[in-house]
């Protein structure tokens, strides 16, 4: 199915292809500093259109993925790896995301204690998702 977003002030707009409706949390330290807290994503299927695409900036904020932002309203959009065909979206920025399904907390083992979601949720560590991703040792 699928589904359309745009940032906060409109200047970036999307659509992607998604398998189900469900988002999945991520708490590992750069998605908190980045965003204020942890992130909130949902996984595109395949290639992605863009309106405004020289309003995204991309930070590269490892070796391996990079992360986009409106350069205007500096709504936070997605996170890319860039090697593997992958591109989380955030929650917030795709159209009716109320009605998504929480279903997992990857970097579980990176969540400080002083919050934490209710959901009952799938949870991995880091180093179950680094396997998942193929980047373990
Ligand atoms: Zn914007
Ligand atoms: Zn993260």
């Not at 330290?29 to 020289?54: A, H, Y």
């Not at 391996?64 to 992958?86: M, P």
Request: charged share 25%; aromatic share 14%.
């Amino acid at each position: 199915m699928k589904v359309n977003g745009s940032c906060l002030c409109q200047s970036v707009k999307f659509s992607f292809e998604i398998k189900d409706k469900h988002f999945d949390a991520c708490h590992c330290s750069m998605c908190r500093k980045w965003g204020g807290g942890p992130s909130l994503t949902v996984e595109s299927i395949g290639s992605i259109e863009f309106e405004g695409k020289e309003n995204i900036t991309t930070y590269q904020s490892s070796e391996w993925a990079e992360r986009g932002f409106c350069n205007i309203c500096g709504s936070h959009l997605f996170y890319r790896l860039k090697q593997h065909d992958f591109c989380n979206f955030n929650l917030g920025v795709i159209d009716d995301h109320e009605e998504f399904e929480f279903k997992s907390q990857i970097y579980i083992d990176s969540k400080p204690n002083n919050y934490s979601f209710s959901n009952k949720t799938k949870e991995m560590t880091e180093k179950e998702v680094l396997k998942a991703f193929g980047f373990s040792e």
